[in-house]
């Protein structure tokens, strides 16, 4: 295998292409979506000589191109392991006023620090070797494999030949053009029985379900808030006008703008509840025809600018249009993202699909969902999800069947495990799924499309590439166990193949305990391991009080902020152990980081005072 024309250590510069013609790669990955980001580094980082093609000059997709910079799931430390992990804790590191600004998430970013990370990531692989501005042409079959994948870049074209092909994209673009069976739209209950899919009936006679393809994108707008108290006087529910004047019902103005807030005061606008999802005319994304998407992506925009000019109205212009995205991202416009964040697009037909059943837990928790198994029994996740699942349509939410719980004082959804069989194509044996067109149902989709998900899913898919290559083997003759021991023993980034509640990703027991449950072998409940310190943690004095329904609540001598009793959340299963054996209150010493726009503190180690309780 010819080594692509990259010196080791050279940088990579994202926005010029080497000079010298590449045609040869072990590994190609189209697309430069969060998964494909993932897929490229990983596969790099497995020794494979790897080309990553992308039509704009940002890496990652939904977690920063899109701007979605509050992730969805995986937010328990268990499942904090991976790329996910090691990107998470990058932006610990990088982000001075934390991660802790908002509501809908424990996790908030720029999208410039994200985009940050993944570049670094990239360009410190001297096998890796990235295109930018790239216009996917053709892909070459011959029989069962991909031989060639054809580019213009740079006004030319370009032929590359490859071993392994990676679908990195956020709408699967390169299946149509490699002739591999996709999934677009809905399924019937009657295909797989999925309790919360509409009937063929249904499919057949209401036009909703030809209006409504895919869930919702949206493409989100940055806001800036001028200050960190809302402008006084400020309405709970302005008079917005229509489509938005039901947006600020559930939750208020201020909880309405806040939902998404980052560090410096950015806000990210990606309101689903009458808000700038938008829902129509979206087969013009899939039809390709480059005028029509133009006009959807057009449309969209205005949309978007739309509803944050109105809430700047409403706020009293304490909400006003925010710089987030440079010019060299391919942003129109530094407030809107430089692509939309596309929810659902085309989905591959691989090995094995991910239903809706499979997300869900066999009774209430603790107990887990039952993990991908082969025919032979063998377990054959590769990478771990949770979120409760969620889709977006028009009109009142869609009834899903339940999948969350109660656990550290506040909802989580329950994990599930992703297949290897899932990422491999049905009648391609060299093609991979690394994003969001992997292999699922419409209604799974909804829990399997997030960004930590998709993170750990690219990073498999690029380890299967990597040691395909390696062993001369297509990745659909992979063995799967080697993959999940590949994945566990990461030196980079281990990752986690099966969910274990009791076992955050610090824990010194981890790596072992994941090999043990993969053997199958009947394990004893984690020790106590205190989580590591984080930067801008504080450390408190406080009376816990156990609430209804598995809240809990500390009240603090010396208020904080300017509030004495804050709600208590922890990510830690030790933790959530130790607030469920309390009984009525306890005095104990809290560390962790406050985030008054949950509102909630959330604790990363608790102490419990000699006397554990008080009447």
Known sequence: MPALNCEPGEPIQPWSVMPTRVDTAAVVVWGGGTGGAAAAIQAARGGANTLLLTPGSWLGGMVSAAGVCCPDGNELTPWQTGLWGAFLRELERREPEGLDHNWVSCFGYRPTTAEQILQDWVRAEPTLLWWPGCRLLAVERDGSLITAVRVEVAGEQRRVCCQVVID?????????????????????????????????????????FREQPVQSPTWVVMGQLLSEAPAPGLPEEPQLPAPFEHACEAFGLERTITYGRLPAGLVMLNWPLHGNDWHWGLERAFCGNVDEEAELYREMQEFSLRFAKELEEASGGWLQLGKAFPAESGS???????MPYWREGRRMIGRSTVIE??????????SVAPQPRDA??????IAVGNYANDHHYPGPDWPLAPKSCRWGGRWSGTPFGIPY?????????NLLAADKAFSTSHMANGATRLQPTILNVGQAAGAAAAAAVRSGVAPAGLPVLELQQLLINDSHAPSAVLPLWDTPWHHPDWRSRQHSALAEAALEPASPHLAPAAPGELQLAAVVTVGADGRFEISLDTPLAGRSHWPLITLEPEINQLLQSIDTQADVQLRGHLNPWGPWFRATAVQLAAATSRS
């Open 168 to 208: 990195g994209s956020d709408r699967g673009d390169l299946l149509p053009l490699a002739d591999a069976p996709f999934r677009l739209g809905w399924e019937p209950q009657e295909q797989w029985g999925e309790p919360s899919a509409p009937s063929q009936e249904r499919l057949n006679t209401e036009p909703f």
């Open 332 to 338: 129109p416009a530094p407030w809107l993202a430089a």
């Open 357 to 366: 059943q499979d997300l869900l837990p066999e009774a209430s928790w603790p």
């Open 376 to 381: 032979g029994g063998a377990v054959q996740s």
């Open 421 to 429: 069989g899932a990422l491999v194509a049905a009648e391609l044996d």
